[in-house]
């Protein structure tokens, strides 16, 4: 089945309009406070005081443009149909992420100034920092979980080579690959708790845990998947959502090959290494290559990669004895 979707209307909504929005709700927002904010009001804090000021109104276009650049430029890809879902998937939690962000700062950084005389005498709750990611972050995941993967299928037309491995009785074949779950906790340990303990003892406040921990998590997330070989084809979940998926109909064939991430693919994780060519390597060693009728080829290390291979190949040579 081919598809011409060219924008995904999740993505649209939440990777385009939402932005906007959000842009827009801190103009407005602005400009219904005016009367009570001073003319000058502070737009920049040190650790101890304000050292920056503008207008309110000039303020707020600021905030607005970059809310549009930064958060609405990551999430934007989320729109694209036929990307990869799980590039679409992340940089939309990215994005309204520094979205929430920014508006969470602008609207506690107006709501602290409000009916003040002297703004340089006000200070920026630095919580609101940790809240907007927080915010920003689930409102993405919801985003995320609402996006489709609408990539052209095509269905392979003959049996997958002879000389490939099969399996007697083909079965399930499920595996995690990446991180454990001890791996994954030391992981989010030295990339989320501990810088965050570090800012907190610096700032003498919490506020950090709520930015670091999340962003952790993000990174930690994108080093563990969940690979599932059964009769409808091969996919690979991560953050609880499917990320890659292929139907048996579209497979042509997959051997298993010894592979290295970096001199393979570059580096560990979800990779793409020229066009269409996508890996989730996250291990030295044997991995399952899968491809397919409409040009894409799929590698996954994983210690059941020979399973893996020889259901797929039994599975898709079945599937052409169907009536």
Same mark, same amino acid.
């Given at each position: ?24 709700? &801190? ?72 979205? &929430? ?13 409000? =009916? ?113 070989? =059964? ?15 292929? &139907? ?76």
């Amino acid at each position: 089945m081919n598809s011409s979707r060219v924008v995904d209307p999740a993505g649209a909504v939440f990777g385009l309009l939402l932005p906007v929005i959000a842009a827009l709700s &801190g103009v407005i927002l602005t400009k219904v406070w005016e009367p009570r904010l001073p003319a000058q009001i502070a737009t920049h804090w040190t650790t101890t005081s304000p050292d920056g000021f503008s207008t309110p109104m000039s303020s707020a276009w600021t905030f607005a443009l970059v809310t549009v650049l930064f958060g609405g430029g990551c999430a934007a890809i989320a729109a694209l149909a036929q990307a990869m879902l799980m590039m679409r998937r992340t940089m939309l939690v990215v994005g309204l992420s520094v979205v &929430g962000l920014i508006l969470t700062v602008q609207v506690v950084l107006l709501y602290v100034q409000l =009916d003040v005389a002297d703004p340089a005498a006000t200070e920026l709750p630095m919580w609101s920092l940790g809240l907007g990611v927080v915010i920003g972050a689930v409102v993405g995941l919801i985003g995320a979980a609402l996006l489709r993967d609408y990539r052209p299928r095509v269905a392979a037309t003959g049996s997958p080579d002879p000389r490939l491995p099969r399996a007697d009785h083909p079965t399930t074949v499920a595996d995690t690959v990446g991180f454990g779950t001890l791996g994954s906790l030391i992981l989010l340990l030295i990339l989320g708790v501990a810088p965050a303990l570090a800012v907190c003892l610096l700032v003498d406040g919490w506020w950090p845990l709520a930015v670091f921990v999340p962003v952790g998590l993000l990174i930690v997330s994108l080093l563990r998947f969940r690979v599932i070989v =059964d009769r409808s084809g091969i996919r690979v979940v991560n953050m609880g959502m499917t990320a890659l998926q292929y &139907g048996i109909e579209e497979i042509e064939g997959a051997r298993v090959d010894v592979i290295k991430p970096f001199d393979d693919f570059g580096g560990w994780g979800l990779k793409v290494k020229g066009r269409r060519n996508y890996g989730v390597v996250t291990r030295t060693g044997p991995a399952v290559i899968v491809t397919t009728a409409c040009g894409d080829r799929l590698t996954v290390t994983s210690a059941r990669a020979e399973e893996m291979a020889g259901a797929l190949n039994t599975y898709a040579e079945v599937r052409l004895r169907r009536p």
